[in-house]
């Protein structure tokens, strides 16, 4: 199916109980992840009201809701927004950053041969803990508002972020900057992690990146 010209949608959710939104593209530029952002889910939550969907979720980002900036981040904002008044029962899953995305978010952050990182915090989480919290959340009843779920540590940037890269065999100097923004967009140290209460992934991020040497 396609969520932006709608082709197919009506037919995918023909009996759907629940629609989980996993929907992304990686582009950073303000007007066209804004439009495919709120095309996509406006396409969704119509189709889902048609077929008598019970239960909208959707897959957000820690910190989103704190953090004004034109482009992805925004973007996803627009997202929960238009989930939240729909009028459909919903559960945002908001998640950290996944394990998986270290490397090349390190390799985003390269200034010449150097790597230079926030000295903000990140709380990274396995992506198969987070698929774990949608199913739960997606067999669960509705809970019109927020779910977070993050990793079991808290630490800076370098601390994910030197580990990833030197994995890959990257050995370039870290130069942490606490100038240095996410993607752009200006962070201080709790920005991108749970204020109050999470669900903890149970893959710690040195127990995740021994299976990946392995």
């Known amino acids: 199916m396609d969520t932006i010209s709608g082709r197919g949608v009506a037919d995918a959710l023909k009996g759907a109980d629940v629609v989980v939104d996993v929907t992304n593209k990686v582009i950073f530029e303000p007007e066209p992840i804004l439009d495919f952002f709120t095309t996509s889910t406006r396409t969704l939550l119509k189709a889902g009201r048609e077929a008598g969907v019970r239960h909208h979720v959707v897959l957000s980002i820690v910190g989103v809701d704190r953090l004004s900036h034109p482009g992805y981040l925004e973007a996803k904002a627009a997202q929960e927004r238009l989930v939240a008044e729909s009028g459909t029962p919903f559960t945002i899953v908001r998640a950290t950053q996944f394990f998986e995305n270290l490397t090349a978010m390190g390799a985003g952050m390269a200034q010449d041969d150097v790597i230079v990182p926030p000295t903000a915090d990140l709380q990274p989480v396995a992506a198969a803990d987070v698929a774990a919290a949608l199913v739960d959340v997606a067999t669960s009843a509705p809970l019109d508002g927020v779910v977070e779920v993050a990793g079991p540590e808290r630490a800076a940037f370098a601390r994910f972020i030197g580990s990833a890269l030197a994995a890959r065999g990257d050995e370039r100097p870290l130069k942490p900057d606490a100038g240095a923004g996410y993607f752009g967009v ?23 990146s021994a299976t990946q040497s392995s």
Do not use: N
């Open 186 to 208: 200006p962070i201080v140290r709790d920005s991108l992690v749970p204020l109050g209460v999470a669900r903890i992934g149970r893959t710690t991020f040195d127990d995740w």
